[in-house]
């Protein structure tokens, strides 16, 4: 049943296949010491026993249980931001825990900070069981989260990362929807291309306190969707860039953001040859765990060549990658990057094998 009244601040729960964590998540809201909040649990199409273990929890006058298809978690997120009837907008993610004072102390920090549209705050990681991932120390990663607080510290770190802990914050209904909500061109950082574009207009900040637990495990996005995931980063930033720079936002029209949009936003802005040298780096270097990452990029950045580059530079990269495989012990790989290398230029294949000493393939 909904609130007679409008609420202070509604709670935007987004929930799909969360059996394990969702009720904790839940009962971390509803323990909070700030009472004048709706919780709206939007179960995005789950196929497990999500949506009865909300389903507890309707009887309770704060909370509104929505069920729909599976829309994925920027729909939904927007779906939230349509029913939302607060002036206040609290995130929350279906396996993490609220601190019992969090509301309390981001709502004073608004009230006494009208220019600030969004306070996050700090969080301690926790690992699959609640256990802290380090129980002495959790000022860095992996043990915590915990960024710049002041206003000016915070715009100048979202130039390089998202400097906000997403299910930290709390954000102004009306400035969020001013902008437009969360765009489906950013999956998995649609909360970093929203803190620019929301940094373009206000003043952003964070708690030094902890108010949150950010749960860590296998099936949290940023481990499923690691190369979207950075490709969406540094779309988000390119996009604000070419904004700044009174060239329109091209992203406005883009569907979700690929390694070519990158090169050719970087080309709006004349950085065409840098963005692409950033990709390769983060191709050809990315540490041991991430190899699966790495080799998914190097095929996106070639097919990227194939159009935009010229052979030379196809021939270039292949024999780049191939090298690194090699050093890997990835020696197949290796032989299939070099060979494409001689199909893309033999001639500057050739170059590049005498500049080279002679590789043996195991």
Known sequence: MPLPTQPAISVILPVYNAERFVGEAVESILQQTFGDFELLLLDDGSTDGTGAILERYACDPRVRVIH??????????????????????????????????????????????PRVAVVGGAARCIKEDGEFVNALDWSTWPAGLHHPCEPADVRKAMENYSALVHPAVLMRREAVREVGGYRSAFVAAEDYDLWLRLADRHDLANLNDVVLLYRLHPNQVSAQKCLQQSISTRGAQLSAKVRRAGLGDPAERAGMMSVEQLVKMGMLLGEGDQVFAELMKQSLFAPGDRSAFAKELSGELYRVLIK?????????????????????????????????????APKAALRLLARTKIVQFA
């Open 68 to 113: 729909q298809a599976n829309a994925g978690l920027i729909a939904t997120l927007n779906r939230g931001l349509a029913e939302a009837r607060g002036l206040l907008i609290a995130r929350m993610d279906a396996d993490d825990i609220s601190l019992p004072d969090r509301f309390a102390r981001q709502v004073a920090f608004l009230e006494s900070h």
């Open 308 to 344: 935009y580059g010229g052979r030379a530079k196809q021939a270039e990269f292949a024999w780049m990658t191939a090298r690194v495989l090699r050093q890997q012990k990835h020696y197949w790989s290796a032989l299939c990057w070099m060979t494409q290398s001689f199909r893309a």
